[in-house]
């Protein structure tokens, strides 16, 4: 007997929430902001706009199904299941965020604040979530299959991520290392840089397409779905010992981009939750390329 889809609310704290928790009372915390020069009742109509959100899906989930809840920083410790069905309410990036830890559950984006939010990945509102639902767990569902990317350490550390990934220092060190990437004109070189940005199409609307503008580059930005990945070293520094030949490039699949540490420590982290890092250190290789795992977003 199979077991009833599950529903899963992912939400994070907002930011009057914080400013309770910081603060203590309403009125505390609209004392700080005008200090600022804010008001609170922007903040705290925000907050009801999702806590309304967070009550329609919720009540949208079939009375059949079972149903759980998970706030964002709890989003490492909470054991996602192959009949899951992902609702996430909020924000555009709280979707990258929850697709780390997920191996193929449909996820349905829930806007909290249209017009604030672009609404790339949370594409929907709250009232057409009964039948986002029932498409989603439904054979075949309409999604898109978004590339995410990977990085393996040869110690079995693994991380993956929607939109980047980031090695480098976990300071404003330089970070040493040694580099190669598959497909390349050369065999690989030693580098000293900020850090290195691998990212996938649909990250090709922040963090990688600012680097792509700065260089100027003539490689295309991929899709969201493609099978494609850009490159791009940060500020890497030409010295007697290091290099600045492989400064970009491409990837695609079963292609792989090879970092090999030459420092005390380097720190590996997606879609800026550097609180969840890999940690590496001397004479440690990581592998990066497209994952296995796809997003399947409800289109």
């Not at 009949?83 to 697709?99: F, K, P, R």
């Not at 029932?134 to 054979?139: F, L, V």
């Not at 295309?220 to 493609?226: E, I």
């Not at 491409?250 to 982290?269: I, Y």
């Amino acid at each position: 007997m199979s077991l009833a889809p599950r529903a899963v609310l992912v939400h994070r704290t907002t930011e009057y929430e914080e400013l309770l928790a910081r603060h203590g009372t309403h009125g505390q915390a609209a004392f700080f902001l005008s200090g600022r020069g804010r008001s609170i009742e922007e903040v705290a109509l925000r907050h009801h706009r999702t806590q309304q959100a967070l009550n329609d899906v919720a009540a949208a989930v079939p009375l059949q199904w079972r149903r759980s809840r998970v706030e964002r920083q709890d989003l490492d410790r909470f054991l996602f299941g192959p009949e899951d069905v992902v609702i996430v309410v909020g924000q555009d990036g709280l979707v990258a965020n929850a697709a780390k830890y997920l191996s193929g559950q449909p996820v349905v984006g829930i806007d909290t604040d249209p017009g604030r939010n672009p609404g790339v990945l949370v594409r929907h509102r709250a009232r057409d979530a009964a039948a986002l639902l029932r498409s989603a767990a439904a054979p075949g569902a309409q999604v898109d299959t978004l590339t995410m990317v990977e990085a393996v350490a040869d110690d079995t550390q693994r991380l993956i991520a929607l939109n980047e990934i980031y090695l480098g220092p976990p300071g404003h060190q330089t970070a040493r290392y040694h580099l190669a990437a598959d497909g390349a004109p050369r065999a690989g070189e030693a580098q000293a840089s900020s850090g290195v940005l691998v990212g996938t199409g649909t990250g090709a609307t922040g963090w990688l397409r600012s680097l792509w503008l700065e260089r100027g580059s003539e490689l295309s930005l991929p899709a969201p779905s493609d099978p494609r990945l850009l490159w791009f070293v940060r500020e890497a520094w030409p010295s007697p010992a290091t290099g600045t030949s492989l400064v970009a490039g491409e990837l695609g699949r079963g292609q792989g981009l090879e970092l090999t540490v030459e420092s005390d420590r380097l720190v590996v982290f997606g879609d800026g939750m550097e609180a969840d890092a890999l940690e590496l250190t001397w004479g440690q290789t990581v592998r990066l390329g497209i994952c296995a795992t796809s997003l399947r977003l409800a289109v």
